[in-house]
């Protein structure tokens, strides 16, 4: 044979080999491709869904300063499509004026450097408007600046109302500048006021003579003896008519008042000899200030809550499906093993750490709007004396003592919530005292006048107070600002989630009532909070029996959720029950119509597409007025659920549960 026939054997040769190759290459990582490539897409889609609903400008600017996303919000703002803004440059986009104002803060960004700035813009047809923005440098893996992304705020309706209070406090000051005040006369050489009117003797307490008898350093307080010392040196200085300053006179009865001093000092040569001071009395206003301040935390700290609960509902809502399906399965393989195997053993481990994920979801749901589950009038005495009792066992070195009143009353409240509210502020207390010490746990019957209630946003009347009062390391000032924030802690990571205490806040909230705490570094800590009372007395728990309650009968399982909808028939034709499935509220309709002469009770999830739970109750009552409904749910049964129960309902049962929870709760339904 020919050498180059042999050269063309051979190169046709590694041609199919390699042909086969990148075949067989292309057959096992294809779909794996596939799969990446469909992953990336959704997450792509879900940013978008959530930049796309935010109230604010978001924007990526790549390091040749050109648009390469941005929301629907800086669309609408610009007036562009999303296809007219993106691969442009900024000034291109933003137009001059308004690229001048920000180049300097975009150099900075592409440098590397985090920046937030606030500028002011002039736009034709909003007039002056004020914008703050938060530039992110995005770097590669090496350090290079990428691009940054954007975030800005239309801070315009913020400034304006600044300036409105601004102008209204002038007009105030002018005001008070010209009402009856308090004023006194003083003598810089002798040291001591030689006249004084009605009004300042009356806002001290003291008479005419007791007042000019009286020596300034009794009159002003350490603070407001600094403050004059400050004026008279400016005085000195050259400044012959200082600023209005704010002093704190001590009464004659040891009262503190705040007055705004006006002073006028009277010359001989270059030395100040006398001086007039118009006292006005501004002390119910730095009062009102005070409690306006605390007031917008508050809501600032509700708003921030109520988001967050709605974020954190939906969280656990799906959480609590994943934990249905694992619940589910672990109790159907259960019942088909031998109590004494090790599988056994493992699935009791799985139905354990699914009930540590229902606690957190729980904390979770503490954090919404809604979230209470079983809410009945309760004995808070016994449900304190037992917690406390569980707790003690666990802590023995700390010794808990309960100062509770005898007649306590008692209050409409979800038990396993208030015991997770006291748990948290038990461990909490237990952090803080690592060598031990003493746990007070009180509760005492209160009535809330109308300016307490309102201090915490509820309303006056009866309450049980409940405190719990450690003797640990106390809480310092800055960290009792946001004791009650989402996931702020002081703890190590991994030894608190910061859920606690914003969970405690949540839960009490939705019970109508508040919590707070009091507390100085080195002093230990009072947390205490309210709950409104029962008007019903508390009901004795039953027992509760872990046997499956057997049935008979046809159960219509409606879920959007396949994973449940699986489970669940698992579970209900275990329990003996004949099962038909739908998986929206339309399909759930179908089969109902055709099938409501033999359907005994209709499972029902509340959150679906298209028709939610609520609308197929109502339509399933016009095929049948008494058909049977049990609501199972992820979410609380407040809200929505809470509306469906009182329309007829006959039971509701939270998601995930076991399958001897189920069989009870339709062994109640049905009888």
């Not at 009945?376 to 707790?391: C, E, H, R, V, W």
Request: aromatic residues 8%; neutral net charge.
């Amino acid at each position: 044979m020919c050498k180059s026939d042999q050269t063309a054997k051979s190169k046709q040769a590694r041609e199919k080999f390699l042909g086969l190759s990148l075949e067989s290459t292309r057959k096992s990582y294809y779909p794996q491709l596939q799969a990446q490539l469909s992953a990336l897409r959704e997450n792509e889609r879900r940013l978008r869904l959530l930049t796309d609903n935010l109230p604010a400008r978001i924007s990526y600017v790549d390091a040749d300063r050109r648009f390469q996303f941005v929301n629907r919000e800086y669309e609408r703002v610009l007036g562009l499509s999303r296809n007219a803004i993106v691969g442009r440059h900024l000034r291109d986009v933003l137009g001059e004026d308004h690229y001048g104002k920000i180049e300097k803060q975009v150099h900075n960004v592409l440098a590397g450097n985090h920046v937030r700035f606030e500028v002011m813009l002039s736009e034709k047809d909003k007039g002056t408007i004020w914008l703050e923005a938060n530039y992110v440098p995005y770097l590669a893996e090496d350090g290079i600046v990428l691009g940054f992304y954007g975030l800005t705020h239309d801070l315009t309706e913020r400034k304006r109302a600044e300036n409105a209070l601004r102008e209204s406090e002038a007009k105030n000051r002018e005001l008070v500048q010209h009402a009856p005040a308090g004023i006194c006369e003083f003598d810089l050489e002798k040291r001591g006021f030689t006249s004084v009117n009605e009004v300042m003797c009356k806002y001290t307490g003291y008479s005419e003579d007791e007042f000019l008898s009286l020596d300034p350093n009794i009159l002003l307080t350490d603070e407001s003896k600094s403050t004059l010392d400050r004026m008279i040196a400016d005085v000195l200085a050259g400044d012959r008519r200082p600023a209005p300053a704010e002093f704190s006179f001590r009464c004659k009865d040891g009262r503190i008042i705040r007055v705004l001093v006006h002073a006028r000092f009277f010359f001989e040569g270059a030395l100040p000899k006398r001086a007039m001071a118009v006292a006005h009395d501004v002390t119910a206003l730095r009062e009102a200030e005070e409690a306006r301040k605390q007031l917008e935390a508050t809501l600032q700290r509700t708003q921030k809550l109520e988001s967050l609960g709605t974020l954190a509902g939906g969280i656990a809502h799906d959480f609590n499906n994943l934990l249905m399906g694992i619940q589910g399965n672990a109790s159907l393989a259960l019942m088909e093993n031998d109590p004494g195997s090790s599988d056994h053993k493992h699935l009791k481990n799985i139905e354990t750490y699914v009930q540590r994920g229902v606690g957190l979801t729980r904390q979770l749901l503490g954090l919404t709007r809604g979230g209470k589950y079983e809410v009945k009038p309760t004995d808070l005495k016994k449900l304190i004396a037992n917690g406390a009792d569980m707790f003690g066992r666990t802590k023995k070195e700390i010794q808990i003592e309960l100062a509770v009143e005898e007649d306590l009353w008692s209050a409409e409240v979800d038990r396993g919530q208030i015991d997770q509210v006291l748990l948290n502020l038990y461990i909490n207390a237990s952090h803080a005292m690592p060598r031990g010490g003493r746990l007070t746990i009180g509760a005492r019957n209160v009535r809330l006048a109308e300016d307490v209630a309102a201090a915490y946003g509820i309303q006056p009347g009866r309450y049980v107070r409940v405190s719990v009062t450690d003797t640990g390391t106390g809480i310092d000032p800055a960290v009792r600002k946001k004791i009650f924030d989402p996931f702020f802690t002081t703890k190590e990571v991994g030894k608190g989630s910061g859920l606690g205490l914003a969970s405690a806040f949540g839960i009490l909230k939705n019970h109508n009532g508040a919590i707070d705490v009091d507390s100085e570094p080195a002093c230990g800590s009072t947390f205490f909070f309210y709950l409104p009372i029962s008007q019903k007395s508390a009901r004795k728990e039953t027992k509760r029996y872990e046997t499956l309650a057997s049935g008979h009968g046809t159960v219509l399982l409606v879920d959007d959720e396949s994973m449940v909808l699986d489970v669940g028939e698992k579970l209900l034709k275990k329990i003996g029950y004949t099962v038909l499935t739908a998986s929206s509220g339309e399909s759930a309709l179908d089969i109902y119509a055709q099938n409501a002469d033999r359907i005994d009770l209709v499972i029902l999830d509340i959150i679906m597409p298209q028709m939610d739970g609520g609308e197929v109750f109502d339509r399933l009552k016009t095929i049948n007025p008494d058909v049977a409904v049990l609501l199972a749910s992820g979410y609380s049964i407040d809200g929505q659920a809470e509306s469906i129960m009182a329309r007829g309902c006959r039971s509701f049962i939270q998601k995930p549960f076991t399958i001897v929870e189920l069989s009870k709760r339709l062994r109640e339904v049905l009888g």
